[in-house]
């Protein structure tokens, strides 16, 4: 019923109760009890009193038709969640390896309340507007085998959107999909890996990804960097769409890794690699790095180009700044 009722808000028009009872089939009093879930969700709603029931802006909600009618790839997971709100995709997802280790499963929400990025860092996750999902994928040879996922799966994403026209998308080692805009680098979207399992042999990871499509002025006030949505950049074509090519394209991605791992593309991710080249600051938990950039080896390690020599540097705890 809340998605029956969010389908018809989406538009960003008032609706009124008596309006939106006779769309559902339904009284007024379920109506309000509709609107009161929806409020419980944190999903924002204005109401003015003789005009009714609006969402702050027209939003395209995915939905299952659509996504199908856009070639979601379906029949490579268990199961399909589209939820108006979570706390965060990862976390569902992380339930849902638990109880199930040897399938695939994908979950999206429309606005998560407690999403996370990469270091414990919040993920600001307004309603509708932007893209928040969470996979699960079953590897059978331990963490050994992962290496170099993040990079993969930023492959995946930095494919596609450059194939719906922002030809300035790049990646940032390890888990950062950036665009050049005005002279400086902003974020579009980022990867958050997390792994269940035995981590010598059958494990589940889960592949949490937010990628930014509209930005608004209020949302970079809360950021602590430099952000822009696929909106920003020119970007008007079908949410669904969108989805349905990034999780075909992951797919194809991941069923590949699976089977030969980083190495065969080492030499995409380098060509795609923001800050090849330049000079740059590495930042660790006991000590800096400084050095040129220099792409990723074949494990997916970073190299860098310093007065000693070349370094790798592969802790889970980098971040890569310009100078």
């Given at each position: 019923m809340n998605q029956a009722l969010m389908k018809i808000l989406a538009d960003g028009q008032f609706h009124s109760g008596e309006e939106l009872g006779a769309a559902l089939g339904i009284s007024r009093a379920a109506i309000?009890?509709?609107?009161?879930?929806?409020?419980?969700?944190?999903?924002?709603?204005?109401?003015?009193?003789?005009?009714?029931?609006?969402?702050?802006?027209?939003?395209?909600?995915?939905?299952?038709?659509?996504?199908?009618?856009?070639?979601?790839?379906?029949?490579?997971?268990?199961?399909?969640?589209?939820?108006?709100?979570?706390?965060s995709?990862?976390?569902?997802?992380?339930?849902?390896?638990?109880?199930?280790?040897?399938?695939?499963?994908?979950?999206?929400?429309?606005?998560q309340t407690s999403g996370r990025g990469r270091r414990g860092r919040e993920w600001l996750s307004p309603f509708a507007r932007n893209l928040y999902f969470s996979v699960v994928w079953p590897f059978g040879k331990g963490i050994a085998a992962i290496q170099g996922l993040s990079l993969a799966v930023g492959l995946a994403i930095h494919k596609v959107?450059?194939?719906?026209?922002?030809?300035?998308?790049?990646?940032?080692?390890?888990?950062?999909?950036?665009?050049?805009?005005?002279?400086?680098?902003?974020?579009?979207?980022?990867?958050?890996?997390?792994?269940?399992?035995?981590?010598?042999?059958?494990?589940?990871?889960?592949i949490g990804v937010g990628l930014n499509l509209d930005v608004q002025s209020q949302d970079q006030a809360k950021l602590d960097q430099a952000a822009i949505g696929l909106k920003q950049l020119g970007f008007n074509g079908s949410r669904n769409q969108l989805t349905a090519d990034i999780v075909k394209e992951l797919v194809h991605v991941l069923e590949a890794f699976n089977e030969r791992g980083f190495t065969p593309l080492q030499a995409q991710w380098n060509e795609a690699d923001c800050f090849h080249g330049e000079p740059l600051k590495v930042l660790l938990p006991s000590s800096d790095i400084e050095g040129i950039g220099r792409g990723v080896n074949n494990k997916g390690e970073y190299q860098l180009t310093t007065d000693s020599g070349t370094q790798v540097v592969n802790a889970g705890e980098v971040s890569l700044r310009l100078k």
């Open positions: 309000w009890k509709q609107l009161q879930k929806l409020e419980a969700l944190n999903i924002p709603l204005h109401s003015v009193k003789g005009r009714g029931y609006r969402l702050p802006d027209a939003v395209e909600l995915l939905e299952e038709g659509a996504l199908k009618q856009a070639g979601f790839p379906y029949d490579n997971f268990a199961s399909v969640e589209l939820a108006l709100s979570l706390d995709t990862n976390n569902a997802m992380m339930k849902k390896a638990e109880a199930n280790q040897a399938q695939r499963h994908i979950c999206f929400a429309e606005m959107v450059k194939q719906h026209g922002i030809e300035a998308a790049g990646l940032k080692w390890p888990n950062d999909i950036l665009v050049k805009h005005k002279g400086e680098f902003a974020k579009l979207g980022g990867i958050l890996i997390e792994i269940t399992g035995d981590v010598t042999d059958n494990c589940q990871v889960v």
